[in-house]
């Protein structure tokens, strides 16, 4: 039986991993949260299983949670309340000084999330069992 996966980014190169398997998940704007107190984001998505994406294509419930975030800031994105489903293209650091920095969650539609955050701590953490892809397919990029 496979595991649900549970990875922790420390670094860029890290945040590369995850920002893969990350790739095309979707998720409803109602599923982001920002606790100011905790200084914590989360975001319950629900990815593609890119690491079986040879199989028959799966999704599967995700939290990703981001550490140590003192600012939110978006750009693009639709009114809340509209029930628009939207897709998470990649993830980027960009430091700032020696720990501190910014990280861009991209998305399709040209929207973006930066979160500004004393120092790069993410999680991702599949908390569902994978499911059949409602599409049956694939997610492509065209060039």
Do not use: C
């Not at 420390?10 to 893969?20: H, K, P, R, T, Y």
């Amino acid at each position: 039986a496979e595991r649900p996966l549970r990875l922790r980014a420390l670094d860029a190169e890290d945040l590369g991993v995850i920002s893969a398997l990350v790739q095309d998940a979707v998720f409803a704007q109602a599923d982001m949260s920002f606790v100011r107190r905790s200084s914590r984001f989360a975001l319950l998505l629900n990815r593609f299983r890119w690491e079986r994406a040879a199989t028959a294509p799966e999704r599967v419930r995700a939290m990703l949670v981001v550490e140590s975030v003192g600012k939110v800031q978006s750009r693009g994105l639709p009114p809340p309340g509209e029930g628009v489903v939207l897709s998470l293209l990649a993830i980027a650091w960009q430091p700032l000084d020696e720990v501190a920095g910014r990280l861009t969650l991209t998305l399709a539609g040209d929207a973006e999330i930066a979160l500004l955050v004393e120092a790069l701590e993410v999680v991702l953490q599949d908390v569902s069992r994978p499911y059949a892809a409602p599409s049956g397919k694939t997610p492509g990029h065209p060039d």
